[in-house]
């Protein structure tokens, strides 16, 4: 059986892609499709997430395993096809493929062809352009560029000097003493 899912950003209003694949395929075969269709990068951290009618998350296909510790079923991209967690069509999905501010497409398996197979993904139509992959690479890029004025008289006046006085340390160490009800020294 054929699958074939319609994608959209609500960054990019524009942008729309269908990807047809056979429902045997893998999540990290659809993945691929969608990253080389958008022009993103393979190696940043996505997943997707199979939701609700609301859009609400129901579960999540991850590319690693992130959370082994957890009670949750683990999907990985790599080991779930499709046809394992998918099966109506008007199934709703989310594609993170910016974990660090949330971004996603949104996605519907538009139409299901049975009796039908395909060997490779195929991306049948791409409009738009698709957003920016990464915004968080931004604010890394504008940091770098940051100048920093490290006036050491103007940091000793806020944090005190770097000399620590020895009768000091000793007072507060026995004031702490006094206020635990005696002990050890610092």
């Not at 942008?15 to 056979?22: G, M, Q, R, Y």
Request: aromatic share 12%.
């Amino acid at each position: 059986m054929i699958y074939k899912f319609l994608i959209g950003s609500e960054e990019s209003e524009n942008f729309k892609l269908e990807i047809a694949i056979d429902s045997s395929d893998t999540f990290l075969r659809l993945r691929n499709t969608i990253l080389e269709a958008a022009g993103y990068d393979k190696s940043q951290m996505d997943s997707f997430i199979i939701c609700d009618e609301d859009w609400g998350k129901e579960k999540e296909i991850t590319y690693y395993d992130m959370d082994s510790d957890s009670d949750e079923d683990i999907w990985l991209m790599e080991d779930t096809p499709l046809d394992e967690l998918l099966d109506d069509e008007g199934q709703k999905l989310k594609f993170v493929f910016d974990y660090l501010s949330d971004r996603y497409f949104y996605m519907i398996l538009k139409e299901t062809v049975p009796g039908k197979n395909l060997h490779d993904p195929l991306c049948q139509r791409k409009e738009g352009k698709a957003p920016q992959e990464v915004l968080a690479n931004e604010f890394f890029a504008d940091a770098k560029t940051l100048k920093i004025d490290t006036n050491i008289e103007e940091m000793e006046e806020f944090y005190g000097d770097e000399e620590f006085n020895e009768e000091e340390l000793a007072e507060l160490n026995d004031e702490f003493r006094e206020e635990q009800g005696g002990g050890d020294d610092l």
